[in-house]
């Protein structure tokens, strides 16, 4: 193997590489590269979906969000949760800035857990259309008592790699 020679192909053959995005490429998209403004409700927050630069590959994309905050549709107090969304992309991939302002834009939002986590998960599934989509919303407490809330699209894809969340589960104060 001769590195130097360009011979090397370490991500894709010449045709699958002609066949997915550059970095040349400028995806269509509101709010990469554009100051944005926090989008006051969930239902006014706008995602962007650009093309997935690996059509054809099966494999898992994660987003990990450790500061989730949204309200409680009862007292109005915060409520904190580490989210983890991991998917399966078909034709499009959500871009990161949007999924961020989405995710932001529940910070004054009233809501339950459980509303909240399935919701996301199904907005997400429902206009990216990815193979698989799963999400975990891992609660903190409020009351003393933790809440999980966990929603998947369905089974997931043969041969799907699908490492573990890696968030463990509460303890209190050890």
Not at 17 to 22: D, F, V
Not at 81 to 86: R, T
Not at 104 to 119: I, L, Y
Not at 124 to 152: C, S
Request: proline share 11%.
């Amino acid at each position: 193997m001769n590195i130097a020679l360009g011979s090397y192909e370490p991500f894709a053959s010449p045709d699958e590489a002609a066949k997915c995005c550059h970095m040349t490429d400028q995806p269509n998209t509101r709010f990469l590269g554009a100051q944005s403004e926090q989008p006051a409700t969930p239902e006014e927050a706008q995602l962007d979906y650009v093309p997935n630069p690996r059509p054809g590959s099966l494999y898992l994309a994660r987003f990990a969000v450790p500061e989730f905050t949204s309200l409680c549709p009862v007292t109005a107090q915060p409520d904190f949760a580490h989210l983890v969304i991991d998917y399966a992309p078909n034709a499009t991939i959500v871009e990161s800035k949007s999924l961020k302002l989405f995710l932001g834009s529940f910070r004054n939002h009233a809501a339950f857990h459980e509303d909240c986590t399935v919701g996301i998960g199904q907005r997400l599934f429902n206009e990216m259309k990815p193979h698989w989509l799963r999400i975990g919303g891992y609660w903190y407490p409020r009351g003393g008592i933790p809440i999980d809330v966990f929603w998947q699209s369905g089974e997931p894809p043969r041969g799907l790699w699908i490492p573990e969340q890696g968030v463990a589960p509460y303890r209190g104060r050890g």
